[in-house]
């Protein structure tokens, strides 16, 4: 493995810092949906379009760490935690974490970790949304309706996490490089490419 792939304590540091800091997000974010079960009981799969705040870690791993592994590990400890903290979906979070992760991972590995640009952050969100939907369409919504339900709620996520996880993790990857404190990572030294 050459320098540009190895990970250092610091890629592992503020990668699991990434995670614990999106696992509280997590156990914030089961409350909100259940709290919005109401709101989109008109259209159930509507509900999707505020999944992606679960897909972010994946998509922000891999723009802040740039190695192999690190949208999967992000997201996997992500969901390890918020199962720890009392998820109301159980352990069953994190095989599904991992797959979400995978979805991201898969998009960087196939730029060779050297494309961290919207475009990427994007498809990195869509393709995470899409693995987090294929794990939903076998695990969770097996006994739903396939056209009036399952395929919407395919789609739906994959909108939610081009937005939130791929727009709106690269905009978050951004701003925290604005700050200084990833000064230590391309990500940081790469304050105005866009």
Request: charged residues 10%; positive net charge.
């Amino acid at each position: 493995m050459d320098n540009t792939t190895r990970w250092r304590t610091i890629d592992i540091v503020v990668a699991s810092v990434i995670a614990v800091a999106f696992s509280v997000v997590f156990w914030a974010w089961n409350i909100v949906w259940r709290a919005t079960d109401p709101v989109f009981a008109f259209f159930p799969p509507a509900q999707t379009l505020i999944y992606g705040v679960w897909l972010m870690p994946a998509v922000i791993g891999g723009l802040v760490i740039r190695k192999p592994g690190a949208a999967i590990y992000c997201e996997t400890l992500a969901a390890v935690i918020s199962a720890l903290l009392g998820s109301q979906w159980g352990g069953t979070v994190i095989p599904q974490g991992i797959v979400q992760g995978l979805g991201a991972e898969l998009v960087f590995a196939a730029l060779r970790y050297r494309s961290f640009r919207l475009p990427t952050a994007l498809l990195a969100g869509a393709l995470t949304g899409l693995s987090a939907a294929l794990f939903d369409f076998f695990v969770w919504n097996v006994g739903t309706d396939l056209a009036s339900y399952r395929i919407p709620y395919a789609l739906l996520t994959v909108v939610s996490a081009t937005v939130v996880a791929g727009a709106g993790g690269w905009a978050l990857t951004r701003a925290l490089a604005g700050t200084g404190v990833l000064d230590r990572f391309p990500a940081g030294r790469e304050r105005t490419a866009v």
